[in-house]
T-cell receptor, first 113, second 110 residues
Framework: DVKVTQSSRYLVKRTGEKVFLECVQD?????MFWYRQDPGLGLRLIYF???????EKGDIPEGYSVSREKKERFSLILESASTNQTSMYLC????????????FGDGTRLSIL | GQNIDQPTEMTATEGAIVQINCTYQ??????LFWYQQHAGEAPTFLSY????GLEEKGRFSSFLSRSKGYSYLLLKELQMKDSASYLC???????????FGTGTQLKVEL
Protein backbone atom coordinates (compact mmCIF):
# COMPACT_ATOMS: atom_id res chain seq x y z
CA ASP A 1 0.00 0.00 0.00
CA VAL A 2 1.07 3.55 -0.69
CA LYS A 3 1.99 5.47 2.41
CA VAL A 4 1.96 9.24 2.43
CA THR A 5 3.07 10.65 5.76
CA GLN A 6 2.65 14.22 6.90
CA SER A 7 4.87 15.32 9.75
CA SER A 8 2.17 16.76 12.02
CA ARG A 9 -1.56 16.19 12.47
CA TYR A 10 -2.05 19.44 14.37
CA LEU A 11 0.09 22.56 14.40
CA VAL A 12 -0.37 25.96 16.01
CA LYS A 13 1.78 28.90 14.91
CA ARG A 14 1.78 32.66 15.26
CA THR A 15 1.23 35.33 12.64
CA GLY A 16 4.44 36.20 10.83
CA GLU A 17 6.20 32.92 11.59
CA LYS A 18 7.80 30.86 8.85
CA VAL A 19 6.06 27.48 8.83
CA PHE A 20 7.25 24.22 7.30
CA LEU A 21 4.91 21.33 6.51
CA GLU A 22 6.62 18.11 5.53
CA CYS A 23 5.35 15.23 3.43
CA VAL A 24 7.04 11.93 2.64
CA GLN A 25 5.83 9.13 0.34
CA ASP A 26 7.27 5.64 0.16
CA UNK A 27 6.17 4.46 -3.31
CA UNK A 28 8.68 6.21 -5.55
CA UNK A 29 5.95 8.41 -7.04
CA UNK A 30 7.05 11.10 -9.44
CA UNK A 31 4.20 13.53 -8.75
CA MET A 32 3.50 15.20 -5.42
CA PHE A 33 0.85 17.78 -4.53
CA TRP A 34 -0.10 20.17 -1.76
CA TYR A 35 -3.75 21.15 -1.21
CA ARG A 36 -5.64 23.10 1.36
CA GLN A 37 -9.18 22.12 2.30
CA ASP A 38 -11.69 24.62 3.65
CA PRO A 39 -15.42 24.21 4.36
CA GLY A 40 -17.51 25.02 1.31
CA LEU A 41 -14.46 25.43 -0.90
CA GLY A 42 -13.27 21.86 -1.19
CA LEU A 43 -9.73 20.87 -2.04
CA ARG A 44 -7.68 23.57 -3.76
CA LEU A 45 -4.27 22.94 -5.28
CA ILE A 46 -1.46 25.12 -3.93
CA TYR A 47 1.59 23.66 -5.67
CA PHE A 48 2.63 20.45 -7.30
CA UNK A 49 5.88 18.83 -8.36
CA UNK A 50 6.46 16.30 -11.12
CA UNK A 51 10.13 15.64 -10.42
CA UNK A 52 12.95 16.48 -8.04
CA UNK A 53 13.61 20.23 -7.96
CA UNK A 54 10.65 20.82 -10.30
CA UNK A 55 7.56 22.69 -9.16
CA GLU A 56 4.54 24.38 -10.66
CA LYS A 57 2.00 26.74 -9.17
CA GLY A 58 -1.49 25.49 -8.59
CA ASP A 59 -4.62 27.56 -8.20
CA ILE A 60 -3.73 29.39 -4.96
CA PRO A 61 0.09 29.68 -4.62
CA GLU A 62 0.18 33.17 -3.07
CA GLY A 63 1.87 33.18 0.31
CA TYR A 64 3.34 29.70 -0.15
CA SER A 65 6.46 28.13 -1.56
CA VAL A 66 7.62 24.52 -1.90
CA SER A 67 10.77 22.49 -1.93
CA ARG A 68 11.51 19.10 -3.45
CA GLU A 69 15.13 18.18 -2.92
CA LYS A 70 14.49 14.43 -2.83
CA LYS A 71 11.95 12.38 -4.73
CA GLU A 72 10.18 11.12 -1.63
CA ARG A 73 9.86 14.46 0.18
CA PHE A 74 7.79 17.52 -0.67
CA SER A 75 7.74 20.47 1.71
CA LEU A 76 5.26 23.32 1.87
CA ILE A 77 6.51 26.60 3.29
CA LEU A 78 4.43 29.47 4.57
CA GLU A 79 6.87 32.35 4.26
CA SER A 80 5.09 34.61 6.76
CA ALA A 81 2.04 32.94 8.21
CA SER A 82 -1.24 34.84 8.29
CA THR A 83 -4.56 34.03 9.93
CA ASN A 84 -6.21 33.36 6.56
CA GLN A 85 -3.83 30.44 6.14
CA THR A 86 -5.54 28.60 8.97
CA SER A 87 -6.74 25.44 7.22
CA MET A 88 -6.39 21.71 6.70
CA TYR A 89 -3.39 20.97 4.50
CA LEU A 90 -3.28 17.73 2.53
CA CYS A 91 -0.34 16.23 0.70
CA UNK A 92 -0.79 13.69 -2.11
CA UNK A 93 1.34 11.70 -4.52
CA UNK A 94 0.80 9.77 -7.73
CA UNK A 95 2.63 7.99 -10.49
CA UNK A 96 3.42 10.11 -13.54
CA UNK A 97 1.43 7.84 -15.87
CA UNK A 98 -1.75 9.52 -17.06
CA UNK A 99 -4.83 9.25 -14.91
CA UNK A 100 -3.31 7.51 -11.96
CA UNK A 101 -5.14 8.15 -8.68
CA UNK A 102 -3.63 10.43 -6.12
CA UNK A 103 -2.89 9.01 -2.68
CA PHE A 104 -3.32 11.35 0.26
CA GLY A 105 -1.73 11.82 3.65
CA ASP A 106 -3.87 12.25 6.78
CA GLY A 107 -3.55 16.02 6.68
CA THR A 108 -2.19 18.73 8.94
CA ARG A 109 -4.67 20.99 10.68
CA LEU A 110 -2.81 24.27 10.92
CA SER A 111 -3.98 27.15 13.11
CA ILE A 112 -2.39 30.57 12.81
CA LEU A 113 -3.02 32.77 15.82
CA GLY B 1 -11.29 25.72 -17.20
CA GLN B 2 -13.06 23.18 -15.06
CA ASN B 3 -16.38 23.48 -13.26
CA ILE B 4 -17.72 20.70 -11.06
CA ASP B 5 -21.06 20.59 -9.23
CA GLN B 6 -22.19 18.19 -6.52
CA PRO B 7 -25.00 18.42 -3.97
CA THR B 8 -23.74 19.66 -0.63
CA GLU B 9 -25.52 17.18 1.62
CA MET B 10 -27.57 14.01 1.40
CA THR B 11 -29.22 11.82 4.00
CA ALA B 12 -30.14 8.17 3.55
CA THR B 13 -31.24 5.18 5.63
CA GLU B 14 -29.12 2.21 6.57
CA GLY B 15 -29.67 -0.64 4.12
CA ALA B 16 -30.96 1.65 1.37
CA ILE B 17 -29.44 2.76 -1.94
CA VAL B 18 -28.21 6.28 -2.56
CA GLN B 19 -27.04 8.01 -5.74
CA ILE B 20 -24.62 10.93 -5.53
CA ASN B 21 -24.50 13.03 -8.68
CA CYS B 22 -21.67 15.04 -10.18
CA THR B 23 -21.83 17.29 -13.23
CA TYR B 24 -18.77 18.77 -14.83
CA GLN B 25 -17.72 21.15 -17.56
CA UNK B 26 -14.19 20.70 -18.83
CA UNK B 27 -12.15 22.04 -21.71
CA UNK B 28 -10.97 18.52 -22.50
CA UNK B 29 -12.28 15.38 -20.83
CA UNK B 30 -9.84 12.81 -19.54
CA UNK B 31 -11.73 10.73 -17.01
CA LEU B 32 -13.40 11.27 -13.65
CA PHE B 33 -12.40 10.14 -10.17
CA TRP B 34 -14.46 9.51 -7.04
CA TYR B 35 -12.95 9.73 -3.56
CA GLN B 36 -14.34 9.06 -0.10
CA GLN B 37 -13.29 11.16 2.87
CA HIS B 38 -14.28 10.41 6.44
CA ALA B 39 -14.23 13.32 8.88
CA GLY B 40 -10.68 14.14 9.92
CA GLU B 41 -9.15 11.60 7.56
CA ALA B 42 -7.45 11.49 4.18
CA PRO B 43 -9.47 11.17 0.97
CA THR B 44 -9.26 7.61 -0.35
CA PHE B 45 -9.63 6.60 -3.98
CA LEU B 46 -12.89 4.82 -4.89
CA SER B 47 -13.15 4.71 -8.68
CA TYR B 48 -12.05 6.06 -12.04
CA UNK B 49 -14.23 6.23 -15.15
CA UNK B 50 -13.04 7.22 -18.59
CA UNK B 51 -15.57 5.39 -20.79
CA UNK B 52 -19.35 5.70 -20.72
CA GLY B 53 -21.26 3.24 -18.61
CA LEU B 54 -21.39 1.68 -15.20
CA GLU B 55 -18.40 0.27 -13.34
CA GLU B 56 -19.28 -1.92 -10.38
CA LYS B 57 -17.01 -2.52 -7.43
CA GLY B 58 -18.76 -4.36 -4.64
CA ARG B 59 -21.38 -2.17 -2.98
CA PHE B 60 -20.13 0.88 -4.85
CA SER B 61 -20.69 1.59 -8.55
CA SER B 62 -19.79 4.61 -10.64
CA PHE B 63 -21.46 5.75 -13.84
CA LEU B 64 -20.27 8.12 -16.53
CA SER B 65 -21.97 9.85 -19.45
CA ARG B 66 -19.43 11.92 -21.36
CA SER B 67 -22.01 13.43 -23.71
CA LYS B 68 -23.99 14.77 -20.74
CA GLY B 69 -21.01 15.75 -18.59
CA TYR B 70 -22.48 13.68 -15.80
CA SER B 71 -21.39 11.01 -13.36
CA TYR B 72 -22.89 9.37 -10.32
CA LEU B 73 -21.72 7.20 -7.48
CA LEU B 74 -24.19 4.53 -6.41
CA LEU B 75 -23.91 3.10 -2.92
CA LYS B 76 -25.95 -0.02 -2.17
CA GLU B 77 -26.83 -1.68 1.15
CA LEU B 78 -25.80 1.44 3.01
CA GLN B 79 -23.95 1.03 6.27
CA MET B 80 -23.35 3.56 9.02
CA LYS B 81 -19.65 3.58 8.12
CA ASP B 82 -20.56 4.99 4.69
CA SER B 83 -21.26 8.34 6.35
CA ALA B 84 -18.56 10.48 4.78
CA SER B 85 -17.89 13.16 2.20
CA TYR B 86 -17.76 11.97 -1.41
CA LEU B 87 -15.63 14.00 -3.81
CA CYS B 88 -15.63 13.88 -7.57
CA UNK B 89 -12.60 15.15 -9.45
CA UNK B 90 -11.48 15.58 -13.05
CA UNK B 91 -7.94 15.76 -14.44
CA UNK B 92 -6.75 19.29 -15.17
CA UNK B 93 -3.90 19.76 -17.57
CA UNK B 94 -0.84 17.55 -17.21
CA UNK B 95 0.98 15.93 -14.34
CA UNK B 96 -2.12 14.15 -13.06
CA UNK B 97 -3.43 17.35 -11.48
CA UNK B 98 -7.04 17.15 -10.39
CA UNK B 99 -9.80 19.68 -9.91
CA PHE B 100 -12.13 18.61 -7.13
CA GLY B 101 -15.77 19.31 -6.52
CA THR B 102 -16.66 20.65 -3.08
CA GLY B 103 -17.90 17.23 -2.01
CA THR B 104 -21.22 15.70 -0.96
CA GLN B 105 -21.61 15.04 2.75
CA LEU B 106 -23.59 11.80 3.12
CA LYS B 107 -25.24 10.99 6.42
CA VAL B 108 -26.52 7.46 6.92
CA GLU B 109 -29.23 7.13 9.58
CA LEU B 110 -30.83 4.17 11.31
Amino acid sequence: DVKVTQSSRYLVKRTGEKVFLECVQDMDHENMFWYRQDPGLGLRLIYFSYDVKMKEKGDIPEGYSVSREKKERFSLILESASTNQTSMYLCASSLETSNQPQHFGDGTRLSIL
Amino acid sequence: GQNIDQPTEMTATEGAIVQINCTYQTSGFNGLFWYQQHAGEAPTFLSYNVLDGLEEKGRFSSFLSRSKGYSYLLLKELQMKDSASYLCAVPTGGGNKLTFGTGTQLKVEL
